[in-house]
Structures are given as structure tokens and as C-alpha cells.
């Protein structure tokens, strides 16, 4: 669950299986070159100087040979992928044959390339009729993603060394390096935790969830957290498979069948059996999902964008838009200053032990969002209280709201640009990833009913400023909203859902 | 001189017998409302009365069991010659109506909507600031139509005379009445010759060389060709009962339309507005508020049908009666058009009805061939009339609208006529 | 004008099924992209059933009874008008429907015969009338709101919206809340006459006043019901002079009694946690969802049997309806704390033993089964806990929907494909239509103090 972040260098491989590839037993090459670092708690020491995380795909594990009811008990998003035709719908990236203007042209570069579903359409029974629907597309693309390998270091020499030897161990067992993303974060006040900016400028990775659990399996300093913290706590269960989760149960995971007697990989690796599924042993335990999103970004034109407003704002009200500038309406697109200070009516929120507040809510000082606008990345993206329609269901709204919280675990990627009006041909982006264990209860109801919904908060026709369609986004002020039109700054390059899974597992794996 | 000649437009108009019949007919509606509660399907002795928008929409599309008794009239007034109006559906009812329909054809209305307004503009014009609504409809409607098919006015005669009276005999009358039988036959012999030295004349401005583009002239010109269904006996029964069908209905229909609308200033004003701003949008309008004045009184309070076969109306509902064979089925249209059970709030005046609230002009099989012309034509006969400043009754009882029997008798309007 | 809630259940001929689901898909062909690439989506019905605000052709299969065919629609009434509308447009598809469902044993059998005859041209309205079922409970999130009214307030908020930032971008800018408010309804007046008109009421007192009573009827009666057994005592000499006292007794009593009984039952209920889920359905379903900001589900499940069962599931529906009615919350439509939801639907099949429940609702519909498990699990619970399998509840209201994964699967086992769906403004959420309404009506008022038009400019 670590997101290494002393560690600020790092690479993301997509590795891709080789025809002939069966078996775990790559995975035992990989643990000689780069073995997967087990999480540590923040504050527990540092692991060194590098630290490896691994990530399988539906895909991946089928080919490995994972037998099939395991393969069948994993959650359903995991099992269709990414790229299925609906889901592709509902995460606002394709609508019908055509690709949304916030994927890259043509479509995404690469994916688990997982496979259809077999399909009872072609099945008929006496009396039936063809009913005249078109079948499921199967959506693909050119590079077919099987794990992640994410690397990371100290430095980006010592990440490019390694990541060279990762590639010569994994080439002769069919593994290789399909894509690599350098990744780095480059926080200005270390001691004020890892605060990086992303690529636009702003303030990143703020506003985590703080997990908890009822069973004692989170600590803090020793002292078991087994109470929500009052805004950002959220149970262990939807970030960890087999703790209790939002629903209030252990969150589900994949099982696998015990063994016959005679092969004890399963126990040797340590597999333990499954609390209900009688006869299973639990291969989810400790593991969770990882959703990734290779996310460009053209700084160029976001700023030139923001300009652009500013110039018609200004030329539409000389008299009292004096104040909107670009760096006014990026703010605002995002609902924080470039420093991650949430905005509020009366300015920006007063940091807390000098780093950003974050356990902020919106109802009561802001309801009407004349501060942190409405549709702003940050509100959408956890809109915490801001969405009751009264005072006396705040509390449930917030409650409601930590049901679908996410694990951010992204890094930015390419280099930073040096006039961020000026584009320098280079690509750079934000490799996104989050830990979640019900991605359509988490990730995807993220994306779809807080980012990309285009009436969320009674606004109309809009969707989230920096990752939905290019269309209006509006900015309340007294007495009139103002309203700015944002175009695409970020598009999509690739991406699937991945299982991360725990040593155990992993290490079962490597015995198929 | 001879009744062809001249004499009241129609035999209602004699006597009292029209005014008392008109009287009776004003007590139909709230009649009609009751039997629709209580006994949707009425019977006298062989005679019924249907009263509700289901049941006689019924009865219209069951046209194999509801025939259409216009037979035995129609064969006075085409001396025996077959018209499709009075056939049953079948091989020759769709033949003689594809004839028909390839002489009157959809592409001509633009212009037929376009010259009713300006036949009606040119009457308004010599009007004075005073006008009988319904001779001046008549005039309108029996000019377009003559002029459309290619037929000049009899002389001595007139067509809205000679049209009327037989539309009177065809639809109120019966050839029973020797009398009346006579009377009528009389008026289509007249009718019958005068066409027949229309078509001979045609024929000879054809011959040399001129073909004036309209009814009459493609029939003949579909005859030369050997088109089937064009003899010169066939051309002339068709535009003999095109002419006694058509044109007299809407110096009926318009005037009562015209009356109700007097009756609601607000759409009055409505209409007139409408009628002012000559857009396509707003002929649209006033055709929408004409037609749904028209439900407040429409041309007929409905039509009857033969039963040929006994047949269970409104079977599997708890009204259902079985209709003997032989019995005449009267399906009211006009209680139909203001059944609450499927007309929304009938009672109210709301131009933004549907069509199929709507059952003027019939409904199925023999649903009134002129609805298409009626359609482009009826509202653009009082269009510049609607469109005059000041345009209201005129003072005392002409002023009201006046029937006889089932048809409008008279309504005189005033209008400032300094435009 | 009166929105009207129905369903029209017919039970379909096993055999026909598939034809049947192929001639719904042909109408929703038909319907939804006509010939000209210019029309709207279902322009005809559009057009031509001004009053409809929705409505949806479904085939429900079960394991239990063959398939049963569901019309379902909300409009503003009369019904009568609706259907002759309704045939009007598509009463010919309609037709080949019925064919392919059973011929009713009961009175409308005839009926079924007239309208499915070979070349029958018997309207089919009469059929649909006669075999409509109404709702045992309803919700309207708009309540009041006619569906023209409703596209006509949402073009004044376009145009406003056009009219501030296109059209007159300076006009409105550093100008008082009431100049603004002045200037706008100038702007907007010519192409909305309407809006100098008065706001129709949507709750007349009358409605209103019907409303409280029939609540306040229902609550005397179980009161009344509950007293009964300590009236009866009195009036057989126990404790004769202390009638108040045995009747409150007997309520205290009674209720006691209840949710003893009620919990007995529900300890010894079985749950469904994890029912099959037909794959191909599923995937039926789901491709038809989230294309629009509206959804719609449809959803049938057996009831729990039993005396107690039975009454609690009638009483409770019957009570739950009346609330719904009356209560200021949900008059301004809110159901508990969630305002996505256009309508809500329940209604008994089957003498009572399968309930239906439809509904349209705004996003997804795992956030809608989200905000029922963590906003409105309590009267949502006490609706749906009859059906059998659902998830282990606590006197009536307590879990049950809170065992969210449960609930969820559950409900998507109940589901079915909703393949023909209308929605009159399918972009446009509860929320939304209200904020258009709010606009328009502010818009209606010849002129605004400062003060309110800067709180109504919030909308804007």
C-alpha cells in the first residue's frame, strides 16, 4: 500500500507476456533482480534504496494459468477490464465506436487487452427469434499489458540502471518491457510531507483518506486507529481485501480451491483458508486492486486557455474583472491555490502546521460555493459535505460521501516543462493510480457520478474542468456566476484495472 | 323557369320546418353528452344511435359489416353510374380511387390554398364593409372548386345551386320521396349536360392545341393515352360528385366555425391575429383554431352506416350490443369529438389537439376524399376576411348565425372597410 | 395537472417470448433514431403525447411463472386521452404485443379476442384501460409540474443562459440584482409570453388537504385497530371506568405483540445473499444504461408469505403512500434524503404475491442503489423487506439495505432488461427541473427587490 514516498524516482513498466509464456516461474526471476517490497507504514523506517511493487492483470494471471474458479471469483470490473465496452461508456472515455476527446486519437496505445466474456448470444432455443441488437465490440489496443512493475529509487540514474536489469533478467523467460514511464516527484518541503506539484503547477496528493479498523489491523504510532477520524476516515476494508469495508463486511477478494493433499505450494506459500468460502483458500487477503491511467498532459494549452478567459472575462466586464487572471481561473478549475490551500469565500483556507488543511469541509462556510466553485476538480472529486441539501443531513452526506473514497497512489511522469505557456513537444503526464477494493463502488463512481456527471451539484452540462469534455465550467461570484470554457488538457494514453496482490499470493504465483 | 334555374339554395330553407329542425338540433350536444354516460349504444327500433370516440371509430373501420348506404341517391345523381362513394372496399372502390388520385394531386394544394385566398380577397374587396358569411363562402368554395376541375359556370343554372341541392338530396334526402327524387333527378340531368359539352368543348381547345393544366384536363389526357378508368362517362360522374361533394360543405362548416369563434373573443382575436401575420407558421395557426371551432359545431353530428352482417359492437366491454343485419348504425362524430373518455377536456377551446381528436372529415375507408384540399383551402377561405380591421357581427339577428335544418342559413359581418 | 403512475401487466405466451422481446427492440428502433438523422430521438412520441413524461416496455422472465410483459408510463392525465394518444402513434406494435401474450381468464377476455382478431382494427386502448394495474405506492420527484411545463421552464434557462453569456455578455455585468432580474425577463419576454402569465399551482389546497386527511384517516384507523382489543375488554367489564387507560394499553400492547411477532419471523427468515445472476441479462441491461443522465429499472420479486406478512406488506404500503403524499419532504421530492429520483413505482402482481417496483432516477444505477444503502436504507428496507430474500432485516426498518453488496445483488437479480424507455427530458435531472422552475417563476414576477433577486440570481 506504500507509496514510497521517499523514494522520488522511479519507472513504471508495462510488461507484456510472450506468446509461450506459461507458469509463475518469472516471477521468481523477477524476485532475484527486484523483489517486491512488502508496505511499510509511514514513520516505520525506510526500506532502502529501492523499493518494487507488482501489479497482474486479468489477462496476465490467465495465461500464468491461474486455474479457473479462482480466475472467476475476482471482482467483476478486474475480470471485463477497463476497456469493455460499457464500462468504457460510463467512465466517459468512449460512446459507441467513437473515442472521446479526452483519450489520445485513435484511442489508448495500451491495455490488459483482456477478453470477451463468453458471450450466450449465439445460443438458441426453440420459439427464439433474433432480437436484432448488435453484439459486444471487443475494444483493444496495440499493446497488450499482462502486469506493472513500478520501480522505485532514489535517483533517476539508479532507476534507469535498474530498470535496465529488470529488462535483460525478464527478456529470456518471454517478459518484456512493452512501455516505461519514468516516474518522479519532487516535493519543495520534505518535512511538510510529500507535497509535489503536478505538471499544471499545482499542489499534488493532497487530501488522503485516513484509514481505519474496527479489528486493530491500522496503527498509528503504536495506538490501533479503530474509530473514523471526523472527515477523511474510511475503513481499512476498502483499500485492503479482507478487512471490514464501507458495507460493514470483509471486503471480498479472488479465493482459490484447496489443493489436493499433495501439492503444498498453496500452504508453503502461505495462503491461509478463506473465513465462509468453505473448501477456499483466500488468495485476496492483504491484497487489494490498482486502477492505472497513463493521463497526458499539454501544459501549454491549459495555460493558454486559462489566458484566453481571462482575456474574454476582462474584455466582456472591464470595470469589475480586474481580478480574473489565468492563474485566478486555474485556481479555481482546480478549487486550490497553487500551494494546495483549498479556496474559500474569504480567501484561501489558513494552513495547519504549515502545510495544507485538509480536514476541511464545504456546507457550512461555503454552501454556495462563491469560494471553491461548485465544479472544481477537488469538490468533485470528494465533495465530502457539500452535497446536503441541508444542514441535519451533513453527517450522513459526509458518511456517504467516505463510501467512495480512493488510495491515490499516481506520480507524474516526462520532465517538468520550462515555460508552462510554451509547448515543448515533450510528452509528460500523471501516471494515475489508486488502491481500491470495490472499484465500481470506488474508482468508477468516482469518475462517473462526481467527475464526468454532467449534473452533478445542480450545475448543467458540464463535467469536471480538467479531466471531462472541453464545454462550460462555472465560477460563482456575487452577484452573477461567471462562466469559463474549458477545453481537453488531458487525455488518456492507456490504462487497465490490476490486481496487487500480497506476498502470499504473489508468492503462489510464482509456483504456477 | 325551371327549379335548375334558380330557387332556394336548398329545400330546408322553405317553410318552418328548417328553423324547428335547426332548434332541435341545437339540443343534440347535451343529448348526445347523456347517452355517452348511460346508453353509449342507443337503439330505435332498427335504427342506432352511436355515441362514443371508440365505438365509432368502430364502426367506421368494421367497414366490411358498416356499409355506406349513400348508394341508392348516388345512383340518381350519376343516373346509375358507379361512383367509389357509394361502393364497398374491393378491387374497384381502390381502382376508381387510384384513378381519381392520379388527377387530384398533393402537389397542386400550395396553389389551391394560395388562390381560395385570393378568390376570397377579390369578394371582400366589392363587399363594402358588409358580408353574409355564408353565401360568400359558397361563392368562394364553388368558384375554386369549378375553376381546380376545369368546368365553367352553367348558364343559365348556377353550380352552387345545382351542387347544393343534390348534396342536400344525396346526404338529407331519400329516393323514396318521389317528389324530392324528381326534383334531384331534374338538377342532374342539368348537371350531367352541362359537363358532358364541357368535356366536348375541352376537347376541341385541345385539338387545337392549347391543354390547360387541370382536372378535366388530365382526364383527358390520361384517356388518350388508354388509361383505363377515364371514359368520358366516367370523367363525368367523377367531377359530378366531386362538385355536389365538395364545395357545399364549407359554407356550412365555416360560418358555424366562424360563429364559435365569435362567441370567444380571446380566439377570435387569436385567429384574426393569426390570420394578419401571413406566415406559413401562422396559416398553420388559424387552420388549427378553425378546425378545433369546428368540433364546436361540425358539419354533420355524424354519418350513417348499413350493417350488412349482424356484428357485436364494442365487444368484450360491458356496453357491447349485437347490431342485426340490416339495421342503420348512426356513428356521431360529432358526440365522438367531444368524448371525455379520449378527447382531454373537451369542453375546452385548445388549438393544439392532435389530429386524431378530430373527426370531421370521417375516419377508415371512406374518410372524406377532400380532406387534403379542405386541409390547404378552408382556412384560407376567411383569411382575408379575419385579416380585416374590425371585423364583427353585424348588428341585431343577422348578426347571429342562422340554419335550417343542418345547414348554416346566414351570418352577416361588419368590417371597417377604410383598409 | 394530475401526473398518473400505471403499469399494464400481461402475462406473455411462453412460446412468443422472443418474438415479443424482438418486436419491443423493433420499436424501440423505430422510435428512438427515425429515418431523418435531423429528428430528435423519439420525435414521434415527443410530438405526439405531449402529456407523456415517461414510459417503458419491458418482459420480466421468472423462475417462478412464465415471462409477464409490463407497459408502464407517467403522464399528466386524463387516461383516456393518454392511451388514444398513446395507440394513435404506435397502437399497431402495440397490437403485435398483445398477440404475444396470454388471453386473459377473467371478464376482458373478449376484449383480448376483438383487439388480437386477424386484421382486427379494434383500438387497442380499451385493452390496456382494462388491464391496467395501479400503484400501491408512488413518488413523484417533480410533483406539480406538468411535462410541458417542464420543457418550457427548461428553454428559459437556456436562453438565459444564452442571453448572459452570448447574446448580451456586458448588459449584465456590475449591474444591481434587480436591474439584472429587470433587464433578463425584458430580453426573455417575446419568444416566452407565458411568462407574464401566474405560475400555476402544483399542489392545490384541495389535493393538499386530501392528502393530510387520508393520512391522518390511516393512522386513526390502525390507532383505532390497535385499541380495539382493550375497548373490547372494557366493554366486558374489565376495568369499565378506565376507557382512555385500556385503550392506550391495548396500543402499547398490541404494538408490543407486533414486533415480537415480526421479529420471531424475522429470525427465521432466509436470506438471498448471493442469488444467480443471468450473465447475458445482465450484460443486457447494462449496455443500455448511462447514456443519458437519466436511468430507469424495473425490477420484480416474490412477497414473504404469511398473515402477518400480508398485512404489514398492505398496511405499510398503504401507509408509505399516504406519507409520500403528504409529508413537506417529499412533496418537494425528496425521497428520504435523495432527490434523483423522477418517479417511483410499486405496485402488486399476482393477488399480491409479486411486487413490482419501476423507477427513473438520475446517474447510475449503482450510485442510486448506493444512496438507497446510505441515505434512505431505513423506508427503503420497510418497502422492499417483504420480498423474499431479501436481505436479514431488524423490526422492519433496521439493516436490510444496509447490507449493501447483499441489497445490491439482490435487487440486480430482480431485475430486467428495460428495453424500450422514454424519457420526455432525458438530460434533465429532479434537481435541475426545479432550478429551471425556480428561474422561470422568477422570471414570472414583474419585478424583484434587490435582496430577492440577488438569492434568485444563485440559479442562474
Not at chain 1, 500452504?267 to 493521463?295: C, K, M
Not at chain 3, 413537506?328 to 402482481?349: D, I, N
Request: net charge neutral; proline share 7%.
Amino acid at each position: 500500500m506504500s507509496g514510497f514516498g521517499a523514494l522520488r524516482f522511479g519507472r513504471a513498466l508495462c510488461l507484456s507476456f510472450g506468446p509461450d509464456l506459461t507458469g509463475g516461474s518469472w516471477l521468481s526471476v523477477l524476485e532475484r533482480v527486484a523483489p517486491v517490497t512488502n508496505a511499510v507504514p509511514p514513520g516505520k523506517g525506510e526500506t532502502g534504496s529501492r523499493a518494487a511493487a507488482l501489479a497482474l492483470s486479468w489477462s496476465g494471471l490467465r495465461q500464468m494459468g491461474l486455474e479457473e474458479t479462482a480466475l472467476a471469483s475476482f471482482s467483476r470490473p478486474f475480470r471485463e477490464g477497463m476497456l469493455q465496452e460499457d464500462r468504457l461508456r460510463r467512465l466517459g472515455d468512449r460512446r459507441g465506436d467513437d473515442w472521446e476527446t479526452t483519450v489520445v486519437p485513435g484511442g489508448p496505445v495500451w491495455s490488459a487487452n483482456t477478453p470477451l466474456r463468453a458471450s450466450a448470444a449465439g445460443l438458441r432455443g426453440g420459439f427464439d427469434v433474433p432480437d436484432g441488437t448488435a453484439a459486444e465490440a471487443h475494444v483493444t489496443t496495440a499493446l497488450s499489458v499482462h502486469a506493472m512493475l513500478l520501480l522505485y529509487t532514489g535517483s533517476d540514474e539508479d532507476a534507469s540502471a535498474w530498470c535496465a536489469e529488470v529488462e535483460a533478467a525478464l527478456r529470456p523467460v518471454g517478459v518484456t518491457v512493452a512501455r516505461s514511464r519514468s516516474l518522479f516527484i519532487d516535493p519543495e518541503h520534505p518535512e511538510q510531507g510529500n507535497i509535489s506539484r503536478e505538471h499544471f503547477g499545482f499542489a499534488d496528493g493532497l487530501s488522503q483518506p485516513d484509514p481505519y479498523d474496527v479489528g486493530g489491523a491500522v496503527t498509528l504510532d503504536d495506538v490501533p486507529v479503530t474509530q473514523p477520524r471526523p472527515v477523511q476516515g474510511v475503513p481499512l476494508g476498502d483499500f485492503l481485501i479482507g478487512y471490514r469495508n464501507g458495507h460493514g463486511e470483509p471486503s471480498p477478494g479472488p479465493v482459490l480451491p484447496v489443493p489436493p493433499p499433495d501439492d503444498d505450494g498453496p500452504a508453503q506459500a502461505g495462503l491461509v483458508r478463506h473465513p465462509t468460502a468453505e473448501g477456499f483458500l483466500d488468495l485476496g487477503l492483504n491484497g487489494s486492486y490498482i486502477v492505472v491511467r497513463e493521463l497526458k498532459q499539454d501544459v501549454a494549452a491549459f495555460w493558454q486557455s486559462m489566458d484566453a478567459n481571462a482575456d474574454r472575462i476582462r474584455r466582456h466586464d472591464p470595470k469589475h474583472a480586474s481580478h480574473v487572471t489565468a492563474d485566478w481561473i486555474a485556481e479555481r478549475v482546480i478549487g486550490r491555490n497553487k500551494d494546495g490551500h483549498l479556496l474559500c469565500p474569504k480567501g484561501t483556507l489558513p494552513p495547519v502546521n504549515g502545510a495544507p488543511n485538509n480536514d476541511y469541509l464545504f456546507w457550512k462556510d461555503d454552501r454556495y460555493a462563491h469560494g471553491c466553485p461548485a465544479g472544481s476538480h477537488v469538490r468533485r472529486a470528494n465533495p465530502r459535505d457539500a452535497l446536503a441539501p441541508d444542514d441535519a443531513s451533513r453527517p450522513s452526506l459526509l458518511e456517504a460521501a467516505n463510501r467512495h473514497r480512493i488510495l491515490r497512489r499516481g506520480r507524474k511522469y516526462g520532465t517538468s516543462i520550462a515555460d508552462p505557456r510554451q509547448d515543448d513537444g515533450q510528452e509528460r503526464g500523471l501516471l494515475f493510480m489508486c488502491l481500491n477494493t470495490d472499484i465500481a463502488r470506488q474508482f468508477e463512481f468516482v469518475q462517473q457520478t462526481w467527475l464526468l456527471n454532467s449534473s452533478f451539484a445542480m450545475l448543467y452540462g458540464e463535467e469536471d474542468p480538467l479531466l471531462g469534455a472541453p464545454g462550460p465550467m462555472t465560477i460563482r461570484e456575487k452577484p452573477l456566476r461567471r462562466i469559463v470554457q474549458v477545453e481537453t488538457y488531458v487525455q488518456l494514453v492507456g490504462g487497465d484495472y490490476f490486481f496487487l496482490p500480497s506476498l502470499p499470493a504473489l508468492r503462489y504465483f510464482a509456483l504456477l | 323557369m325551371t327549379p335548375a334555374v334558380s330557387g332556394p339554395i336548398y329545400r330546408w330553407e322553405v317553410g318552418r320546418k328548417g328553423q324547428l329542425a335547426a332548434a332541435m338540433l341545437q339540443l343534440a350536444p347535451p343529448v348526445m353528452a347523456l347517452l355517452r354516460t348511460v346508453r353509449p349504444l342507443l337503439r330505435l327500433g332498427s335504427f342506432w344511435v352511436v355515441t362514443r370516440y371508440d365505438d365509432v371509430l368502430e364502426v367506421f373501420d368494421t367497414d366490411a359489416v358498416y356499409g355506406v348506404p349513400y348508394q341508392p341517391n348516388l345512383q340518381v345523381i350519376t343516373a346509375s353510374h358507379p361512383f367509389f362513394l357509394g361502393m364497398p372496399d374491393g378491387p374497384e372502390y381502390q381502382a376508381q380511387l387510384a384513378t381519381m388520385q392520379a388527377v387530384v394531386l398533393a402537389s397542386d394544394l400550395p396553389h389551391l390554398g394560395d388562390e381560395a385566398e385570393r378568390l376570397a380577397a377579390a369578394r371582400i374587396g366589392a363587399a363594402n364593409g358588409r358580408i353574409e358569411l355564408v353565401s360568400f363562402v359558397r361563392g368562394v368554395a364553388f368558384d375554386l372548386i369549378a375553376r381546380y376541375f376545369g368546368i365553367s359556370e352553367p348558364a343559365p343554372g348556377s353550380f352552387a345551386l345545382w351542387g347544393s341541392r343534390l348534396f342536400e338530396f344525396q346526404f338529407t334526402g331519400s329516393a323514396q320521396d318521389k317528389a324530392w327524387r324528381a326534383e334531384a333527378e331534374e338538377f342532374a340531368v342539368n348537371f350531367q349536360k352541362h359537363i358532358d359539352r364541357a368535356i366536348a368543348a375541352r376537347r376541341e381547345v385541345v385539338a387545337a392545341g392549347v391543354s390547360p393544366d387541370d382536372v378535366l384536363g388530365r382526364c383527358l389526357a390520361r384517356q388518350a393515352a388508354g388509361a383505363p378508368g377515364y371514359s368520358d362517362v366516367e370523367i363525368r360522374t367523377a367531377i359530378l360528385c366531386m362538385i355536389v361533394g365538395g364545395p357545399p360543405q364549407p359554407p356550412m362548416v365555416l360560418p358555424q366555425a366562424i360563429e364559435q369563434l365569435l362567441r370567444r373573443p380571446a380566439w377570435f382575436a387569436a385567429a384574426q391575429q393569426a390570420a394578419r401575420l401571413d406566415t406559413p407558421d401562422n396559416n398553420d395557426r388559424l387552420r388549427a383554431i378553425i378546425t378545433e371551432a369546428m368540433r364546436f359545431d361540425p358539419l354533420a353530428p355524424g354519418f350513417k352506416r348499413v350493417a350488412l352482417s349482424s356484428h357485436e359492437l364494442a365487444s368484450g366491454t360491458p356496453r357491447a350490443r349485437r347490431i342485426p343485419a340490416g339495421a342503420t348504425v348512426f356513428a356521431a362524430t360529432a358526440s365522438a369529438m367531444m368524448d371525455e373518455r379520449r378527447v382531454p377536456q373537451p369542453s375546452c377551446f385548445d388549438p393544439d389537439r392532435h389530429a386524431h381528436n378530430y373527426l370531421h372529415f370521417g375516419h377508415g375507408l371512406h374518410e372524406c376524399f377532400g380532406r387534403f384540399i379542405n386541409h390547404a383551402t378552408l382556412h384560407r377561405m376567411v383569411k382575408p376576411l379575419l385579416a380585416r380591421p374590425g371585423l364583427r357581427r353585424a348588428r341585431g339577428s343577422a348578426g347571429r348565425l342562422e340554419k335550417r335544418g343542418p345547414f348554416a342559413h346566414r351570418l352577416e359581418l361588419v368590417f371597417d372597410d377604410d383598409a | 395537472m394530475k401526473q398518473v403512475t400505471l403499469c399494464v401487466p400481461l402475462e406473455v405466451k411462453p412460446e412468443s417470448c422472443s418474438r415479443l422481446t424482438a418486436a419491443i427492440e423493433d420499436l424501440k428502433r423505430q422510435e428512438d433514431k427515425s429515418a431523418d438523422p435531423n429528428s430528435p430521438n423519439f420525435w414521434r412520441l415527443r410530438e405526439r403525447i405531449p402529456t407523456l413524461h415517461f414510459m417503458s416496455i419491458s418482459v420480466f422472465p421468472a423462475h417462478d411463472y412464465d415471462p409477464v410483459f409490463i407497459l408502464e408510463a407517467n403522464f399528466d392525465g386524463p387516461e383516456g386521452a393518454f392511451w388514444n394518444d398513446l395507440t394513435a402513434v404506435v397502437g399497431e406494435e402495440l397490437r403485435v404485443m398483445i398477440r404475444c401474450c396470454k388471453r386473459p381468464s377473467d371478464g376482458t377476455g373478449a376484449l383480448y379476442d376483438a383487439v388480437t382478431a386477424l386484421a382486427s382494427k379494434r383500438s387497442v386502448a380499451p385493452y390496456f384501460e382494462a388491464r391496467t394495474q395501479r400503484p400501491s405506492v408512488f413518488h413523484h420527484g417533480n410533483r406539480g409540474l406538468a411535462c410541458q411545463q417542464i420543457l418550457r421552464d427548461h428553454s428559459v434557462f437556456l436562453e438565459t443562459v444564452e442571453e448572459l453569456d452570448r447574446r448580451a455578455p456586458q448588459l449584465y455585468r456590475g449591474e444591481a440584482p434587480a436591474k439584472v432580474h429587470a433587464d433578463l425577463r425584458t430580453a426573455l419576454l417575446p419568444n416566452h409570453r407565458w411568462l407574464d402569465d401566474q405560475a400555476p399551482e402544483r399542489i392545490s389546497p384541495a389535493e393538499r388537504i386530501t392528502d393530510w386527511a387520508a393520512l391522518t384517516l390511516f393512522v386513526l384507523l390502525l390507532l383505532a385497530v390497535a385499541a380495539a382489543p382493550g375497548l373490547l375488554l372494557a366493554g366486558l367489564g374489565v376495568a369499565r371506568d378506565h376507557l382512555v387507560a385500556m385503550a392506550l394499553a391495548s396500543v402499547v400492547a398490541t404494538a408490543a405483540a407486533l414486533l415480537f411477532w415480526v421479529r420471531h419471523l424475522e429470525v427465521r427468515d432466509s436470506s438471498h445473499d448471493r442469488p444467480r445472476q443471468d450473465e447475458r441479462m445482465l450484460r443486457e441491461m447494462i449496455r443500455r444504461e448511462d447514456w443519458i443522465t437519466q436511468n430507469h429499472m424495473g425490477s420484480i420479486v416474490l412477497i414473504k408469505p404469511g398473515v402477518l406478512r400480508t398485512v404489514i406488506v398492505r398496511a405499510g404500503h398503504r401507509g408509505l403512500h399516504l406519507a409520500l403524499r403528504a409529508l413537506r419532504a417529499s412533496r418537494a421530492g425528496y425521497l428520504g434524503s435523495m432527490r434523483t429520483v423522477h418517479f417511483a413505482h410499486w405496485a402488486f402482481l399476482n393477488n399480491h404475491s409479486r411486487l413490482l417496483f419501476f423507477s427513473n432516477f438520475d446517474h447510475s444505477w449503482d450510485s442510486y442503489l448506493d444512496d438507497f444503502i446510505e441515505k434512505a436504507h431505513g423506508g427503503l428496507t420497510l418497502a422492499w423487506g417483504c420480498g423474499v430474500g431479501f436481505p436479514t432485516t431488524r423490526y422492519l426498518v433496521g439493516e436490510g439495505a444496509e447490507h449493501g453488496r447483499q441489497f445490491k445483488a439482490w435487487a440486480l437479480a430482480s431485475r430486467t432488461v428495460s428495453r424500450f424507455w422514454y424519457s420526455a427530458y432525458p438530460d434533465l435531472t429532479v434537481d435541475q427541473i426545479e432550478r429551471n422552475h425556480r428561474i422561470a417563476n422568477g422570471l414570472r414576477n414583474k419585478s424583484l427587490d434587490d435582496s430577492a433577486a440577488e438569492a434568485w440570481m444563485l440559479d442562474l
